[in-house]
């Protein structure tokens, strides 16, 4: 399948921003997504974002898509503790709906 | 609230038995829903479509035979891992489309299978 690229680990102090970055090679990926994980639960739906869109905010989300360079970033403003987990970048390909998935970006926030 | 329901979340089963996993979506009928396994510190990999009313299309390396997949109605996908073995042991999780386009994907909360 078509590969998705994140940086494996990223750690921040509280407060701070988080930028998590991602690369895809599928240029026909319709829809690219961000997820976040728990540990042992399901994955929950941060955002995601038409692929004809640079830019999409959603409170404390804001994802940048650069569709030329197939990379997207997701920045987390005034991370929180709660904000620990793993995210997970997804593009929709040309499968249909299935997506597929980076290895996953696990964020550390520190006090 | 939850958009879909996965059960059990967890189970331990010995060697050679058959595990049942359900995914249920929510207030919405899901004509199609996904299965994914997830290995320790590794991404979802896409097992198999699971078509309501019709044959599960399968992944290039799954085996249909070891992982049945049932969709007999709009809300219920069912993942059996038949004689299941130690290598059977991962993280299982079923995902639904919503939306006009189908850009939104719901995912269960997942099932942590041990086989012993």
């Known amino acids: 399948g078509e590969d998705v690229e994140q940086s494996l680990f990223l750690s921040v102090r509280e407060g701070d921003s988080s930028v998590i970055n991602c690369t895809y090679t599928?240029?026909?990926?319709?829809?690219l997504y961000w997820y976040k994980q728990e540990p042992g639960a399901g994955l929950q739906l941060l955002t995601y974002?038409?692929?004809?869109?640079d830019m999409k905010q959603d409170q404390r989300l804001t994802v940048l898509l650069n569709k030329k360079d197939k990379h997207l970033s997701l920045r987390i403003a005034d991370t929180q503790t709660g904000d620990s987990a793993i995210y997970f970048c997804a593009e929709s390909g040309n499968s249909g709906y299935a997506l597929n998935f980076g290895k996953g970006t696990s964020l550390l926030v520190t006090p | 609230g939850a958009v879909v329901s996965q059960h059990p979340s967890w189970v331990i089963c010995k060697s050679g038995t058959s595990v049942k996993i359900e995914c249920r979506s929510l207030?919405?009928?899901?004509?199609?829903m996904f299965w994914y396994r997830q290995f320790p510190k590794q991404s979802l990999m896409l097992m198999a479509t699971s078509n309501e009313g019709s044959k599960a299309t399968y992944e290039q390396g799954v085996e249909k035979d070891k992982f049945l997949i049932n969709h007999a109605s709009l809300t219920l996908s069912t993942l059996t891992v038949t004689s299941a073995h130690p290598e059977d042991s991962s993280f299982y999780i079923c995902?639904?489309?919503?939306?006009?386009?189908?850009?939104?994907?719901?995912f269960g909360s997942g099932t942590q299978l041990s086989v012993l």
């Open positions: 974002i038409f692929s004809n869109m």
């Open positions: 599928d240029s026909s990926s319709t829809y």
């Open positions: 995902s639904v489309t919503i939306g006009q386009g189908g850009e939104k994907l719901f």
């Open positions: 207030d919405f009928q899901a004509t199609t």
